[in-house]
Each structure stands twice: as structure tokens, then as C-alpha cells.
């Protein structure tokens, strides 16, 4: 049989299962509350427990540890302390804007200490509990459901008659969702619900202006604007807000000169006094705050007083600024309306939780009147059954009289006078006082009241307008009862003084570079040398230097890379041998001139710039990347012009292998690849010779080197007739090429021999680049020395001897200087 009942089951099928059931638990069993109480389980429960205890607001406390055993031991089988925390939080007057439950004890503080242990804390319900969350539980309002063992019966809902979801807020952490929701003033609460019954086709605007912010029990500033609006209409945002704090003039004491402070009277919502503090000090000390000479918590039972002395020759006006900015004394709180809707998570907008809610309440309140209608009806039969019982009462007293027991006294009763059996029961239970006048009187007086409470519940129960208005009665008396004015003021403008925040905080990248722009003088250019120096220089430095001039070679100071004028505002790719791209961030260069690596992203430490391109903004140009194995591969450009202040890689490379060369391509244009022989590879630029890639492909092979040959590099055109390259040997060889005479290759072709290398037993000749003829090529040498070629120097003879070699010096590398009028 044992093995009968066994079922194979896949492992992924039951983990599936298994942690569906553990989120949908802590879902609707632990984390979230409902939209019709505010409440979660837990909490619900203490409550319930507390009601059945009789703790009401007008008995004794009882201590916590009583109430926690009870909720543990009834309804809620979890840990002692998670109980204890719930009950804590409904305690506290700084957490909950109106407290459902009245502590005695300590119960914690904004300083975040701890509440000390349940056995010495003691508590009871609050009124606004008692009135408006439980005084109508026993009215058959809601649903009860049996406990975790069967044992006892627990409410699925307390019988709410404000929305304590608003109220009070709440927030809870589920499996894959969260709920955090702000507390709100009563009087602006029900001033919104009584407009919603008025009119149920009141707009989203409408609402907002009768309900415009939080109101936090720590009162403090909401700034009003995109974040509170997306919060109550989409259900989510961030609602900016911050402390109460001004200026005064202190005397520190006999013989010390006044001086300015800046008074700090409230914190944000759910911000401890003392950790704020704390970290302000942390700052000061390490310097991000200047102009604070001390700081004190001068706090009492009176309120919160907190005392940031400043230093004679601070202006207050800007440390303050420096505090809202800098610290948690302006914050957001992330609003996330989430709640349970018929037993499902639902994110709601303040309409909709408020038309929830009254959905809720109007059925509850049917559920009261159906409830005393029913008690109406049952004691008015039974008064007119007494009534009817005194006008027959000789006959009666005869017929008890003669009656063998009560049950056939009972019946003829039932007979004789007409009346139901549990007319009869009263009538035999009547006490002979009932008897005198002023009892008598008191009965006809009691039909008469019964009749009228009658016709008024019928009417209730056939008249919606009737309960709507019942309805909004007891909210007015409610309101007139526990209302209060706002705690937390609004103030306009909100999103110019977050972003102005933000914008000083932490700007990113784009903020930062269009300030240090901003700085720079408009006719300068930016310079980046060889030795990868970059500057920001004037026209007039960068002519005494001479380096877009040709000369000989010597002793001159580094080739420059690039030369670009700075008003053109151009984003300069750098990019490395390893398949890395980033911007640079030259706008920098301006204040504090330093190596390239200085203004490049972070993660390209110790990388190699083997190209530094000025991208065009032309969407139909691509990048090409010329890879060290004779891969090419063309990404469009698109993917690089929006790298903002990230590197990113652009090229999968294997292992041993390292990029060449990287440069625009024009549509139809063409590139020459060229190799340590001479060997070069002229290609059409298509979609079917060199295809658009991703950034992670390594590309076709385009051109295979032969054994000890080596791809030195790769130049790219737009297709014209004067498209000329000029290749330079290793020592000293130099021949300018008309690609025209090249023929035209497809991938994986030969090519053609360009020039002949010497050849000797003492010497190995081999090119060392080739470069666009239009450019100013910067020679450099093995002894460190370097010259500067220009094409107008050239023909398309192959030129010996132009460069001065020493006997053991050669060629090590070539640099063509980018400039914009150069760049085609």
C-alpha cells in the first residue's frame, strides 16, 4: 500500500510549486495588507486578541507579554518578538500618525533605541482602535474564519470604518514585491472619502487638491510635484521631503562672541535622530561639510532640538544648503501603494484604494443595519407579545394555572392568544412586575420606538442615498472626534529643489563635462601627444610649437595625436588593443592638463591606445576593427556614439590576439589592409564584403597572414580618385600609393606587393604602418628621436634615405597627426 501512494514527480515541477505556496503565504499571510482595514495579519490579530481581552480604552493597561502569549497561542503560531515589533510599531507615535494601540512603557525612540522587553511594557487599545476598528465587530460586520488549529474563530477583517491603509501607512517586504505607503492627515482623508461619495466621477485632480501630501507623524516638509502626483495616480513615485530646521543667534556662553546656528526641529519621516548626527560629525571631520563648529542634541520631552553651531565666518544660509544637500535632512520617501484586492496583490492609485475601501465600508454597514434590523424585529415581537399577553392577563394566569408543566402551558398559549412560540417563552419568563402601570406604559413606550428604528433600517437597507448619508454623518463625527491639523508642511516647487539636489549631490557624467566646458575658452584646442599628455592649449601656444609642421628628425618635443578644436565640442573614442572603447572626457583637460588614462572611464587602467577617433554624427558611417589574425569587422556607429561616462567592449578577441587598428567607414567607401611585407588588401565597403556586426563578434577572416608576416594596420576612405596611402619601412624606405592603381580584392584574397623590402644577411627590411597621404605623419625612432613627414614631401617613387637613420638606429613607429581639416 506504502508504495502505491507513491507519485514521481520532477524536482524543478516541485520546487516550482513548493515556492509558489511560500510566496503566496508570506503575500497574503505575513507581509502585505489588506485595502479594506490597512491591516496586515499579524496586526490584525493583536488587535482581535486585545478586544477579547477587554482592554479596552477605559480599563487598565495589561502588560504586552499577556497580549503577545494570547496572540501567539490563538491565532498567530510565529516567533514571540516578531509579535512583539508588530504590537511596538502600533505604539509608536513617531511610526504611526494616529497609534491604534496606547502604550505604557518604553516603546523605543526616534533615536532608534529599542522598546525594553514585553514583561515590563504595558498597553491597551486607542480610542480611534476602539471606535473605528472594532466597535462594530460584533454586529456580524465581517466574516470569521477558524483559527490555525481549528480551536477558535479569528475575523478575516476588521470592521474599519476609516481607510487606515492612508492613515497610518504601512510597509512590508514579499516574495518579489513590496508595499510602502505614506501616512496621511484624517481631516484631508475623510474630506476626500465624503468627496468621493458625493461624486464618484471626481478626477485624479480633483482629489489631489483635497488631498495633496503625505502628513508624517514627524512633521518636517513634503515638496510638492511629479513625485506625490505619479505617486497617487500611477501608484508609485518618489515623495521628496526634509527637516523643519532655521537660523538663530545662540550665545555659546560669558565672554564668547553670539554666533549663527542652524536649528534643526524635525526630521524626515522614519530618519533616527541620533544616527543622523552621527554621520553629519563623520562629515564635517573628513571635510565634505565646511563652516560647522559643533553639534548638539539639546532634545527634550518638549521636542526635538537639535543645534549645529557654526563657525563665525560661515554664511548659515550656505551650510544649510551644504546639509539639505549632502545629508538625509532632505530625502525621498519611495511611495509603492500595494496592497490585497480580493486576496490578490494590486498596485492601486488614491482613487482607486479609496473607492476600494468604500466598497468595503458601504457592505459593512449593510451588514450592521441587516444585523439590527434583525434584533428589531426579534425584541418587537417579544414586546408585543407582552403587550397582548397584559390585555389577556386573567385568562393567562388561568390557563398557567391548570397547565400540567411549562411546555403545555407553552402550547395552549400559543393557542389561545395567537401568538408564536417565542412570544409564549417571554410571556411565561415575564416577572410580575410588568405588571404595575409604569411597566405596561414602558412597553407601549418601547413598541412605539421599535417601530420607528424599524422604518428607519428598512429604509436604510431600500435607500442607497439613506446609507450613503448615514455614511457620511459618521465619518463628520468621527473626523470632529480624532481630527487633527497637518503635522508635515507643503511646500511648492518641489521638483526644482530635488533636482537642484541631485544636480549637486551626485551630477553624472554629461552635467559634469557641460560644466567644465563651460570654463573653457572657446578658441582653444585640445592637443593629445604621443607621450598621451592631453591639453587644453591657445592657437598662439600650439604655433610656437610647430607640431603640425613637417620637419627632420631630431630632438623635438612628442608628436601630437590630435589637434581639434575645442567649439567644435567633439567626443573623442579611444580605443584599445584588447577590443575596449570609451569617450574622453578631455572637457576636464582645461584646470588639470594630465595623462589620457586620467579621462577615461575606470577599468581601462594600464590599457593600450592604439586609435583615438572624432566620431562624426553621421548614422550612416560604421566602425571598422582590424584585428591582429586578419579578422575585420564593422559595427554601426550608433553603438559607440552614446558611451556616456562607461567603456565598453566592442571586439571578442582570442586569446593571443590584439586589435590593430579602428576606423570610420564610409558607405561604398573603401579600406586598404596592409601587412609587415607590403602587402596590401584593397576592399569595397558593402554589406556583403564587410556585413554590419554585433559588439561581440570577432569577425570574418579578411585577410590571412603568411607564416612571420605581420597585419600592421588598416586605413579607410570615402571612394574617391585621390585616395593615396603612404607606407614606411622599418629602415627608412617610404613610397606613397595611389589606390586606384590597387586592384580590387574580395575577403581572403592575396592582394598586391607594394614595395620591394631590402634584403641582406645582416638586414631584414619590413614596414613598419601605413597611413592616409593626406595626414601629417609623426616619424619616431629607436633612439627616441622623431620628425614629421608631410605628403607634399613625397612621390610615388619609393624615397631611400629621406629620414636620416643613424647606423644602429631604425624605424620603430609612426604617428598620423588627426586634425579636422585633414579628416575626409
Known sequence: MAEERLQPISLHHEMQRSYLEYAMSVIVGRALPDVRDGLKPVQRRILFAMYELGLTPDRPYRKCA??????????????????????????????????????????????????????????????????????????????????????????????????????????????????????????????????????????????????????????????????????????RGSIPMRGLAH???????????????????????????????????????????????????????EGMRIVVELRRDSEPNKVLTDLQRRTALQSNFGAILLALVDGQPKQLSLKLLLEKFLEYRELTLIRRTQYLLTKTLDRLEIVEGLTKALKNLRPIITTIENAKDALEAKAKLVIELKITEKQAEAVLAMPLRKLTNLEQASLYKEIKELIENKNRLELLLKN???????????????????????????????????????????????????????????????????DNQVKIVSPQILGRLHLNESCVLGEEPAPARLIWPIEAKPKILAITKTGRVALVKWEFAGQQPGLLEKFLPGGLEGETIINLIPLPANESLSLGLLSSDGRFKRIPIEEVLELSGRAATVLKLKNGVMLKAGFICHPNGEIAICTSYGRILKLLVNEKTMPLMGKLAQGPITMKPFPGEVIIGGVSWKNSPENQLVIITKYGQIKKINLNYLRQCERGDIGEICINLKKSKDLIDEVVDAYDSKLLGSIISSKGRNARLSSNQLNNEIINNFIQLKEDEYIQKIIPLIEPEKIS
Open 247 to 301: 537660523i538663530e543667534e545662540i550665545h555659546p556662553g560669558k565672554g564668547k562672541h553670539r554666533r549663527s546656528a542652524i536649528i534643526i526641529t524635525e526630521l524626515p519621516y522614519q530618519l533616527s535622530k541620533a544616527g543622523w548626527i552621527e554621520k553629519l560629525a563623520e562629515q564635517v571631520n573628513e571635510g565634505k561639510i565646511n563652516g560647522i563648529a559643533d553639534i548638539r542634541d539639546e532634545s527634550d520631552r
Open 464 to 530: 442607497r442615498t439613506q446609507l450613503l448619508e448615514t455614511l457620511i454623518k459618521e465619518l463628520k463625527q468621527i473626523k470632529k472626534q480624532f481630527g487633527n491639523p497637518r503635522r508635515t508642511r507643503l511646500v511648492e516647487g518641489g521638483d526644482k529643489l530635488l533636482a537642484d539636489k541631485i544636480a549637486h549631490q551626485r551630477p553624472n557624467a554629461e552635467l559634469q563635462r557641460q560644466q567644465a566646458y563651460a570654463g573653457l575658452p572657446h578658441e582653444g584646442r585640445l592637443l593629445i601627444q604621443n
Open 66 to 235: 499577556r497580549v503577545v502569549g494570547d496572540v501567539l497561542g490563538k491565532y498567530h503560531p510565529h516567533g514571540d518578538q516578531a509579535v512583539y515589533d508588530a504590537l511596538v510599531r502600533l505604539v509608536q507615535s513617531f511610526s504611526s500618525r494616529y497609534p491604534i494601540l496606547d502604550g505604557h512603557g518604553n516603546f523605543g525612540s526616534v533615536d532608534d533605541d529599542p522598546p525594553a522587553a514585553m514583561r515590563y511594557t504595558e498597553t491597551r487599545l486607542a480610542s480611534i482602535a476602539h471606535q473605528a476598528l472594532l466597535n462594530e465587530i460584533g454586529s456580524k460586520t465581517v466574516d470569521f474564519t477558524p483559527n490555525f488549529d481549528g480551536s477558535q474563530q479569528e475575523p478575516s477583517v476588521l470592521p474599519a470604518q476609516l481607510p487606515f491603509l492612508l492613515l497610518n501607512g504601512c510597509s512590508g517586504i514579499a516574495v518579489g514585491m513590496a508595499t510602502s505607503i505614506p501616512p496621511h492627515n484624517l481631516n484631508e482623508i475623510i474630506n476626500g472619502v465624503i468627496a468621493l461619495i458625493k461624486n464618484p466621477q471626481l478626477s485624479d485632480e480633483q482629489l489631489l487638491k483635497i488631498i495633496p501630501g503625505p502628513d508624517f507623524p514627524t512633521g518636517g516638509e513634503v515638496l510638492l510635484g511629479t513625485g506625490v502626483r505619479e505617486t497617487y495616480i500611477k501608484g
